[in-house]
């Protein structure tokens, strides 16, 4: 590869990167917009059927994603959502941890990307329903 082709892919990098950081910021204030449109009807603030459905369904296609990218996209939704949102990067819904990437992620992304370690997960009392959904 000359030093020219590798001036492009740097540029392309670069340009592709702008275009995520724009996306995010896109994503960030849509969030906000719902979350107030939500607060305006008395609508609850987070519904996790709601979530558990659009993961179902497959409207992502996740499979093709490493453990790190998958959660890089919890914590964006786990940002975006702002403060009702279950804090997953916290290991709130974990009786027992330890010091692995996966119990970070929100489970039902998990449980959809990665289901070998989503039985891995030591729920607390409080998120045990994880199981049954």
């Excluded at 917009?33 to 979530?51: A, G, M, P, V």
């Excluded at 179902?56 to 940002?79: G, H």
């Excluded at 804090?87 to 119990?103: A, N, P, R």
Aim: negative net charge; aromatic residues 12%; hydrophobic residues 40%.
């Amino acid at each position: 590869m000359s030093l020219t082709n590798l001036d492009v892919k740097r540029q392309d990098l670069q340009r592709i990167t702008a275009e995520i950081l724009n996306l995010f910021s896109e994503r960030a204030r849509i969030c906000h917009d719902l979350q107030n449109l939500k607060s305006e009807l008395q609508f609850s603030t987070y519904d996790i059927h709601r979530e558990k459905l659009i993961y179902q369904a497959n409207v992502f296609d996740l499979s093709r994603f490493s453990l790190k990218e998958i959660f890089a996209l919890s914590l964006l939704i786990e940002d975006h959502a702002g403060g009702v949102y279950p804090q997953w990067s916290k290991k709130i819904h974990l009786k027992k941890s330890t010091d692995e990437l996966f119990e970070m992620i929100n489970p039902l992304i998990l449980q959809k990307t990665f289901p070998d370690l989503f039985n891995r997960l030591v729920f607390s009392d409080d998120f045990a329903f994880f199981r049954d959904l």
